[in-house]
């Protein structure tokens, strides 16, 4: 088969067309994969950071609420969110992302819950209402506080309701004058000599509670920024601030990865697009030379057998050119024939060409 045919010329477009759909088709799978891949774990980096909201939502309800049903489900969410943190190695290694992420991720998660359940135990201890813990106990202690002040002489008999008053009010403010002034109030109570020594033993037992009351306050954090509230909180938020690096390291990932699944197919089509294009003008050009020889020819047979008669139009006018065509092809072939032959026998005589052929 002749490369400059037509037939060779439509085959070749052919197979450039097959090739390049071909190609396109490869690289398609090849990073729609790559990209489904991706694209699914970006989908569990965001469950992660909901799953860690969940958590905090649950442990915002507990604090709030001061329910054991919303510590339960603290426990339960953290186990979920605990082993999505351990799917993330397999993300890091195959995206070569930090791997300090997952490791602070993984450590500040351990830390954050560890407070919080320190923080669940302070707060049982202390009392999840007035009537548990250490809250219950003071509050009992202030009712026979009041109820056994009718023994105590007329002028001091105010001042109980005065310590049940500014106790209840420390536990709702946690105004460190307030609690000086209980404290040097129930000193003063207890060095007196006029009041009854069971009594003194009652005021005394409630000093005691009430500094359990303001130790165990204080290792809980008398507002969220100090104690265990605020150093879990801290965690958490270090928690959020990791898994926000993790999802910006994983970003430009995805975002090359689509860049050079479109670099890649632009790049293939364009270059099958100018192989086909140059392949059609170089038809083009051979279809043109040889229709610009086939006249040619024809014009030359025309002038050289003035055969043609003026009056034969259109499709007859033709087939005469056809018929002289034929006889010049079978002319110039019975030249190399006889060619052929003399140079044989010159080849036989001595290499002695003839004078005439």
Request: positive net charge; aromatic residues 8%; proline residues 2%.
């Amino acid at each position: 088969m002749k490369w400059d045919s037509i037939k060779s010329r439509l085959l070749l477009m052919t197979m450039l067309c097959v090739l390049g759909m071909g190609l396109m088709t490869v690289n398609q799978h090849y990073f729609g994969q790559k990209l489904s891949a991706l694209n699914a774990d970006n989908v569990a980096l965001q469950q992660l950071q909901t799953d860690l909201l969940q958590l905090r939502r649950h442990e915002k309800d507990f604090l709030l609420r001061h329910n054991n049903r919303y510590l339960q489900r603290f426990r339960e969410q953290q186990v979920t969110f605990t082993a999505s943190i351990n799917t993330l190695d397999k993300v890091i290694q195959q995206y070569q992302l930090p791997a300090t992420l997952v490791g602070d991720i993984a450590s500040d998660t351990e830390l954050y819950v560890r407070y919080f359940y320190q923080l669940a135990d302070l707060m049982r201890v202390y009392g999840l209402n007035s009537a548990t813990g250490i809250s219950g106990d003071l509050r009992e202690l202030s009712m026979k506080l009041n109820s056994s002040s009718v023994r105590l002489p007329k002028d001091l008999i105010h001042l109980p309701g005065q310590i049940v008053y500014l106790a209840a009010d420390f536990q709702l403010t946690f105004d460190e004058t307030t609690q000086s002034t209980l404290l040097a109030l129930l000193s003063s109570l207890i060095t007196n000599d006029r009041v009854p020594a069971d009594y003194k033993l009652l005021l005394q037992e409630f000093r005691e509670k009430f500094n359990q009351l303001v130790a165990t306050k204080k290792k809980i954090g008398f507002s969220e920024q100090q104690g265990l509230r605020g150093l879990f909180r801290e965690q958490a938020h270090r928690v959020e601030d990791n898994l926000a690096k993790l999802d910006a390291a994983l970003q430009p990932v995805l975002v090359e990865h689509k860049q050079q699944a479109t670099l890649y197919s632009t790049a293939i089509a364009l270059l099958t697009s100018v192989a086909l294009i140059l392949l059609l003008i170089r038809s083009f050009a051979t279809f043109h030379r040889s229709f610009a020889n086939f006249v040619l020819f024809f014009y030359r047979c025309k002038r050289q057998y003035q055969r043609i008669d003026p009056k034969q139009l259109g499709f007859s006018e033709f087939r005469l050119l056809a018929a002289l065509a034929n006889e010049m092809v079978e002319s110039r072939r019975q030249i190399e024939r006889r060619l052929e032959k003399l140079e044989a026998a010159s080849a036989a005589n001595g290499g002695v060409a003839p004078k005439h052929i």
